[in-house]
């Protein structure tokens, strides 16, 4: 399962707004929004670069696992 709200909750904790997003990614703002907002498909290469710019692995921010 994915969760876009994790990446608005560390988008806002890095003080970084939507237009930064979008120019660190080089995409527009409101593909950016699109994507954070689930109106968009997230692609794995999308996935990298967002990780690099907080640090993180793609899945720590992207994808929730629970035990069954």
Not at 21 to 45: C, V
Not at 47 to 52: D, P
């Amino acid at each position: 399962m994915y969760t876009m709200l994790k990446l608005k909750e560390l988008r806002k904790a890095n003080s970084y707004t939507i237009y930064d997003m979008a120019r660190m990614l080089e995409i527009s703002p409101s593909y950016y929004s699109q994507l954070e907002n689930n109106k968009r498909r997230l692609f794995y290469d999308m996935a990298i670069r967002i990780a690099i710019i907080f640090n993180m692995r793609p899945d720590d921010i992207f994808y929730t696992f629970s035990k069954k």
